[in-house]
């Protein structure tokens, strides 16, 4: 029997190469190990309960799969530190089929993993249900944009209530506050959506604007077919941007479980309201057909200015020839193709010239429905007598990552319809356009500034 030393440590005498049953280190005991093995008690006791499980293993009351103790070269097992509250001795052996596994509470021994049943690869990899509700939570918010920004136009909501009743609003503009400000008092006799009643809320947007940068709404009134809101929706523009826009205002019914539907509309063209008349007046609620997406005249302005210096007339010769100087200076209120903003630049031809030569452009101003570019563009060797055959073509593009797509674009020329002699599509400047060209020819050396409208319905150059 060997003899317990002084630090409680039971040492094997170094007569055999193999130690006593229950300290080998397999099932049979067989492998040899260094005559300075040391085992603590806790250690010991482990070994013995190792040697009752392969016992079970091998007579088919355990599992069919074989799990063995991992060797370690040196004399004394390398060990893994565990600082949990149920190691007796404060570390656990390393295991196969796992790298980091918790000791038993108690005794302190690791639970016993079995080749196949679990591996580092299926222990790292993320549960379904992660994945599951991130798909969720990713086509939820796409469903519910797609749905918030198609509202305006959706047929969906359209027919299923018969329009009725009336609505009470005022509009006045603010120029101190540069604003627009639409107040909603009440409505009146609404439609039935539900169980005879209605959840109603009111919203507008500032045509052609159509996103969600245009869209204001007003609190939900619960179970009300005379609702009485009394606020007020507010837009910051400039008052001649007004000109040509229309103020949709509808009426919805708010489901929470299902889709809005919807109670009817007004719409008031901005450009020919009475801006002194400020009094709150009653509408009726109009039924409405879809509108196309494509039918926007304009997609913002272009601030710009333009200067032609005829040859020598900075004396000394100077310049050689005839220069087009062009200061692109910014772009207000643009309407972005989809939803969100604009990532901008603007592209210069001179033509009839439409090689890479006479193509300049600015830098891209990314997210902003104002950009500011402050460009400057020169173009040399002309006569007076060749701006009167040419256009000066400018088309704002929002740029995308491998693709372009034009917002809407000005020309400024005569608008003849021809150059030198020949009938070109691109020469179609409208009447503002034309003034534009007109006084550059007129004001030779001097700045000409305007702000024009980025038409839409450009003619494609052949």
């Known amino acids: 029997m060997p003899a317990p030393s002084a630090t409680g440590t039971i040492i094997w005498a170094p007569t055999s190469s193999v130690p006593p049953s229950g300290a080998g280190g397999g099932p049979e005991g067989s492998q040899s190990v260094s005559p300075a093995w040391r085992l603590s008690p ?37 060990p893994r530190f ?47 249900s992660l994945l599951t509700t991130s798909s969720s939570v990713s086509s939820l918010s796409s469903s519910t944009l797609s749905s918030s920004l198609m509202s305006l136009y959706s047929e969906s909501e359209l027919g299923r209530v018969a329009v009725r009743g009336c609505v009470q609003f005022s509009l006045c503009y603010d120029p101190a506050k540069k604003e627009l400000q639409v107040h909603v008092l009440r409505c009146r006799e609404l439609a039935e959506a539900k169980k005879q009643r209605s959840d109603p809320y009111i919203k507008t947007y500032l045509l052609p604007d159509k ?58 063209a901005l450009g020919t309201w009475d801006w002194d008349n400020t009094g709150p007046e009653w509408f009726s609620l109009q039924p409405r057909m879809p509108i196309p997406s494509d039918g926007l005249a304009s997609r913002g302005s272009l601030n710009l200015a333009l200067k032609f210096i005829p040859a020598g007339l900075e004396g000394g010769g100077l310049p050689p020839t005839g220069e087009l100087h062009i200061w692109v200076k910014d772009a207000q209120s643009l309407i972005p193709l989809q939803s969100g903003s604009v990532d901008a630049f603007v592209q210069c031809y001179v033509l009839p010239d439409d090689s890479k030569a006479s193509r300049q452009k600015t830098r891209v101003v990314k997210r902003s429905l104002n950009p500011l570019f402050n460009h400057t563009m020169v173009y040399d060797g002309f006569q007076a007598k060749d701006l009167a055959e040419a256009c000066a073509e400018f088309t704002l593009w929002h740029h995308e990552a491998f693709s372009k ?29 034309r003034g534009v060209w007109g006084r550059l020819l007129q004001q030779p050396g001097q700045w000409v500034e305007a702000l024009l409208p980025l038409r839409t319905n450009l003619v494609p150059r052949a």
């Open 42 to 78: 806790s250690h010991w006791w482990r070994r013995k309960r190792m040697r009752m499980v392969w016992g079970s293993q091998r007579r088919g009351e355990g599992p069919s799969q074989t799990c063995r103790q991992q060797q370690h070269p040196s004399p004394a097992p390398r």
């Open 82 to 128: 565990w600082k949990g509250p149920h190691s007796p001795c404060g570390r656990v052996t390393s295991w196969r089929g796992s790298r980091a596994l918790r000791p038993r509470q108690g005794l302190g021994t690791p639970p016993m993993v079995f080749p196949g049943l679990m591996s580092p690869q299926n222990s790292r990899a993320p549960p379904s």
């Open 405 to 433: 797509r034009q917002l809407g674009g000005i020309r400024l020329s005569l608008g003849t319809g021809s150059s030198y002699g020949l009938p070109v599509g691109w020469m179609d400047s409208t009447a503002e356009e």
């Open 211 to 268: 996103s969600n940068r245009s869209k204001r709404k007003t609190t939900v009134r619960k179970r009300s077919l005379d609702p009485i809101f009394n606020e007020t929706l507010k837009y910051k523009l400039e008052k001649r941007d007004l000109q040509g826009r229309a103020l949709n205002l509808s009426v919805w019914h708010h489901d929470s479980l299902g889709r809005n539907l919807f109670l009817g509309e007004v719409e008031i």
